[in-house]
């Protein structure tokens, strides 16, 4: 066998030996088949419950900001931060950890300190693992529940479309860091 037969051979069997996102072939000929069957398949109601946990300060920074208007303005006005937030059971930082919240916020309200939000919760453990669900919206984060938007997902979330409600649960107002509860209820196939 030549080198780029072996090499090709070796391929085929790292990519058959790589796990799917809890059991979905996420294969371009696995998503059309997919797509040909959604007409007769049911949808789908799940609940998930979780907290994250926004590290913007000390040790483990899981949130950073990488642009901030100069003067900076009142209520976030303008500034934009990436986050890397860990997804858990419990409120508890060492509890069981679900995923993570990826993505980035920013600043978007002069008046009032509201932020638009454009992240994925990516599950890494559970029944969920390997699969996402993309969220955007206002997130007013003063309420008392916010509302956002369930906009698509992958892998077991496939089309995904629901709500995710939001809640504050700890904020440390010297260090900025925040735990939010999340009750998520998405619709898919």
Same mark, same amino acid.
């Given at each position: 066998?030549?080198?780029?037969?072996?090499?090709?051979? =070796?391929?085929?069997?790292?990519? #058959? !030996?790589?796990p799917m996102?809890?059991g979905v072939?996420?294969?371009?000929?696995?998503?059309?088949?997919? /797509?040909?069957? &959604?007409?007769?398949?049911?949808?789908?109601?799940?609940?998930?419950?979780?907290?994250?946990?926004?590290?913007? $300060?000390?040790?483990?920074?899981?949130?950073?900001?990488?642009?901030?208007?100069?003067?900076?303005?009142? +209520?976030?006005?303008?500034?934009?931060?990436?986050?890397?937030?860990? &997804?858990?059971?419990?409120?508890e930082l060492?509890?069981?950890?679900?995923?993570? !919240?990826?993505?980035?916020?920013?600043?978007?309200?002069?008046?009032?300190?509201? =932020?638009? #939000?454009?992240? +994925? /919760?990516?599950?890494? $453990?559970?029944? @969920?693992?390997?699969?996402?669900? $993309?969220? /955007?919206?206002?997130?007013?984060?003063?309420?008392? @529940?916010?509302?956002? !938007?369930?906009?698509?997902?992958?892998?077991?979330?496939?089309? !995904?479309?629901? #709500?995710?409600?939001?809640?504050? @649960?700890? /904020?440390?107002?010297?260090?900025? +860091?925040?735990?939010?509860?999340?009750?998520?209820?998405? #619709?898919? @196939?």
């Open positions: 066998m030549g080198a780029v037969a072996t090499i090709l051979v =070796l391929c085929t069997m790292v990519m #058959i !030996a790589m996102a809890h072939d996420e294969s371009p000929e696995a998503v059309d088949k997919w /797509f040909e069957e &959604l007409g007769r398949m049911k949808e789908k109601l799940t609940k998930i419950h979780f907290y994250l946990h926004d590290t913007v $300060s000390g040790n483990n920074i899981t949130s950073i900001t990488v642009a901030q208007p100069s003067p900076k303005l009142p +209520n976030q006005f303008g500034q934009i931060n990436v986050l890397d937030d860990p &997804l858990t059971i419990g409120p060492n509890s069981t950890i679900l995923g993570r !919240a990826q993505g980035i916020y920013l600043g978007a309200e002069q008046q009032e300190t509201d =932020l638009l #939000i454009s992240w +994925n /919760f990516v599950f890494t $453990s559970g029944k @969920y693992n390997g699969s996402t669900l $993309s969220v /955007f919206g206002r997130n007013p984060i003063l309420g008392t @529940y916010r509302e956002l !938007a369930i906009v698509g997902g992958s892998g077991v979330f496939r089309l !995904a479309r629901g #709500i995710a409600t939001a809640q504050t @649960y700890s /904020f440390d107002i010297t260090s900025l +860091n925040a735990v939010v509860e999340y009750h998520v209820i998405v #619709i898919h @196939y």
